[in-house]
């Protein structure tokens, strides 16, 4: 079975644009959380999504922006990139949102501001 | 805030010493779980703690969940340079409806042949 598919795998943007960033949960997985992990650092938790409906939100400014599409993908996007947006964003997917489910980690996607 | 502190920041061993990485926090979490990221991919779950006390035990890695749930630690015996990489541990909220895991900075790894 495949695991948490991300695309892409590396992006360049430059500050002020945007960005729109794809996951693929494992089948059957309902639940999809996004992280930023900037180098030598661990996640940071973005949002979290289950049955399309979000169910936590980090601390990120509103920039940051979230869905969920009923196939259980998710997409996260960026406005008004700034130089400090630069870091690896991971998605995770789980089983269902509920306690002490383990997630699962895609890849992730290099996001580089020049 | 939530914080979970993991120690030490770095650690550079030689082939087949043991060591035990810390994860420590003032909060109580419904469960912790411990991961290894190499570069350029994405963190891999190893395990689930659940109960006080429990203990569990991944070939060479030993996990320990303390009895106030509020701290870990793993311990890896006879380190092999496969071994190296970040380990984080990420503790789950205990109240609330939303789920959420509050991760450690990750402990660096490196074991030198």
């Known amino acids: 079975d495949a695991g948490v598919t991300q695309s892409p795998t590396h992006l360049i943007k430059t500050r002020g644009q945007h960005v729109t960033l794809r996951c693929s949960p494992i089948?059957?997985?309902?639940?999809v959380s996004w992280y930023q992990q900037v180098l030598g650092q661990g996640p940071q938790f973005i949002f979290q999504?289950?049955?399309?409906?979000?169910?936590g939100r980090g601390n990120f400014p509103d920039r940051f922006s979230a869905r969920q599409f009923p196939n259980y993908s998710s997409e996260l996007n960026v406005n008004a990139l700034l130089l400090g947006d630069s870091a690896l964003y991971l998605c995770?997917?789980?089983?269902?949102?509920?306690?002490?489910?383990?997630?699962?980690f895609g890849d992730g996607t290099r996001l580089s501001i020049l | 805030t939530q914080l979970l502190e993991q120690s030490p920041q770095f650690l550079s061993i030689q082939e087949g010493e043991n060591l035990t990485v810390y994860c420590n926090s003032s909060?109580?979490?419904?469960?912790l779980q411990w991961y290894r990221q190499e570069p350029g991919e994405g963190p891999v779950l190893l395990v689930t703690?659940?109960?006080g006390g429990e203990v569990k035990k991944l070939k060479r890695l030993t996990f320990q969940f303390g009895d106030a749930r509020k701290d870990s630690s793993l311990h890896i015996t006879a380190a092999q340079p496969g071994d190296t990489g970040l380990y984080l541990c990420?503790?789950?909220?205990?109240?609330?409806?939303?789920?959420?895991?509050?991760w450690g900075l990750g402990t660096s790894l490196a074991v030198n042949p």
């Open positions: 990420a503790g789950e909220n205990l109240a609330g409806n939303n789920r959420k895991l509050i």
């Open positions: 909060s109580v979490f419904s469960s």
């Open positions: 703690v659940v109960t």
């Open positions: 089948s059957g997985h309902k639940s």
């Open positions: 999504y289950y049955e399309k409906e979000e169910r």
């Open positions: 995770a997917s789980s089983l269902a949102g509920t306690r002490n489910q383990p997630q699962h």
